[in-house]
């Protein structure tokens, strides 16, 4: 007995569909409608839906009986003793795809062949997409035309696109093993890859951010704690992916800044060196000094770093670090994730352009919010605050004003309830034998410096001016 399988989504069965079905049923003895889970492409019907239709619309048809499926289809073939899988092919575009999955069958089973049947020329255009398209647009008289069951036009009436399918409902993993699975509608449509993007924004983030926080300041620039050279390389490209100056400019910008701290000579200081009001003084501290034509002395403040030789191999290529981690490695990663042009390049704006934009006014909200708004626990002779959601979204560098009381503390938020992601990295790296020398504040210290009673309004002190 001669057997085929002839599998598929139909979500839903389409008249296109079963004209291949009653084409083949002529060739054959028995001819097999497999329907496939296929979780993965969201289906607009259940299988059990799926199924019934399909059941249904075959049951005049003696030779041809339904059935599920969710294994590999070769696999499945085999199990059901059939010798052949009949494929529909509506289009030259359909073509590619098909043969490529007919060879890779042909490579795990040699005794299956593919056999390739065209519909009748009235149901070239149709496709499974294109009735659901249509009644979706509110028209459900063509669907019993082109669909052999019009029981589901309430159901394919409704749209089956959410918002939650577009932030994210498809695995890039999966979506990267399934290979054409991808063509599922939102990609085509959309070009998104919403939860490959976050990722792909999160790890960028994160990896930028750390270098800036763990290693542009902490390890570079207050030496709170100690690691191996190949770690302080690490962190150098990591800091350098942030985009904002290499190692050595970024270090001696912020020594002058801790050696000024809001007075005149201080680079980034809302409240000196700069002429207007408190608007004006945010503008500058959060990005106006970066147009500033002085630049902080490299011989007088990072004389350390101008001899450190891993410092200086990164530091001579931080224009090449900048366009492999802002444009390349995001567009690769885009790429693998969904084998499309259009997935690079959203990976790009994701991984690239707007990571960038976060970690730059992250970083610049430390010198400015964070010498505006925000608690003074301590006693300093500057105007840094601790501010919380400074500190959320800058990995714990909103401990702004403990890092002034306490320099070269590695750990910036001392008290249990103060968010510092940095610290718990140099912790782990701690425990781990990665760092050492970490440096620390004493309970006894911090009393020390602790403001004795609660400022006046108007006093330095107070955290509402600005
Ligand atoms: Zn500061
Ligand atoms: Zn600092």
């Not at 001669?2 to 069965?13: E, H, K, N, V």
């Not at 601790?386 to 909103?398: D, I, R, T």
């Not at 403990?402 to 590695?410: D, E, L, M, V």
């Not at 425990?431 to 309004?457: H, I």
Request: net charge neutral; glycine share 8%.
């Amino acid at each position: 007995m001669r057997t085929a399988i002839y599998p598929g989504s139909f979500d839903p069965l389409t008249n296109g569909h079963l004209d291949v079905v009653q084409r083949a049923a002529k060739l054959f003895d028995r001819v097999v409608i497999a329907v496939a889970k296929n979780e993965g492409k969201n289906p607009t019907f259940t299988h059990a839906e799926r199924l019934a239709l399909v059941k249904q619309a075959v049951k005049h048809i003696p030779n041809v009986e339904s059935d599920a499926f969710d294994s590999l289809l070769v696999e499945y073939v085999v199990s059901r003793k059939a010798q052949a899988i009949v494929r529909g092919l509506r289009a030259v575009s359909d073509f590619e795809f098909e043969f490529q999955l007919a060879l890779m069958n042909r490579k795990l089973d040699e005794n299956i062949e593919t056999i390739f049947m065209m519909p009748k020329d009235t149901y070239t255009f149709l496709s499974s997409r294109i009735v659901k398209e249509i009644a979706r647009l509110g028209d459900d008289s063509p669907i019993a035309y082109l669909s052999p069951d019009d029981r589901y036009v309430e159901k394919l009436a409704t749209p089956d696109v959410t918002i939650a399918d577009l932030i994210g409902d498809i695995d890039p993993i999966k979506a990267a093993r399934g290979g054409h699975e991808l063509s599922s509608e939102l990609t085509v449509h959309y070009g998104l890859l919403p939860r490959a993007n976050r990722r792909i924004f999160a790890v960028f983030y994160f990896l930028s951010g750390f270098g800036i926080t763990a290693g542009y300041h902490r390890l570079f620039t207050h030496r709170s704690f100690q690691t191996y050279p190949l770690i302080r390389g690490i962190f150098a490209v990591l800091g350098s992916m942030a985009i904002q100056g290499s190692v050595p400019d970024w270090v001696a910008d912020h020594r002058k800044h801790h050696a000024y701290a809001d007075e005149e000579g201080d680079p980034h200081s809302p409240h000196a060196g700069h002429a207007g009001g408190p608007l004006r003084g945010f503008v500058h501290a959060h990005f106006g000094w970066l147009f500033a034509d002085e630049k902080a002395s490299r011989q007088r403040y990072v004389p350390d770093l101008l001899d450190d030789p891993v410092v200086m191999a990164v530091h001579r290529r931080f224009a090449l670090i900048v366009v492999l981690s802002y444009f390349l490695a995001p567009v690769t990663a885009g790429l693998i994730a969904t084998r499309r042009l259009r997935g690079g390049l959203s990976a790009f704006l994701w991984g690239g352009a707007l990571r960038v934009f976060f970690v730059h006014h992250a970083t610049w909200s430390v010198n400015s919010v964070c010498h505006l708004w925000g608690k003074r626990p301590f006693e300093t002779r500057d105007e840094s605050r601790n501010n919380p959601l400074v500190a959320l979204v800058g990995l714990g560098e909103g401990n702004h004003h403990n890092h002034h009381a306490f320099p070269r503390s590695a750990k910036h938020g001392l008290q249990p309830w103060q968010f510092d992601p940095t610290w718990w990295l140099i912790w782990t790296m701690e425990q781990t034998g990665l760092a050492w020398d970490v440096q620390r504040v004493s309970s006894k210290e911090m009393e020390r410096k602790r403001v004795a009673e609660p400022a006046t309004p108007g006093a330095r002190g107070d955290s509402s001016l600005i």
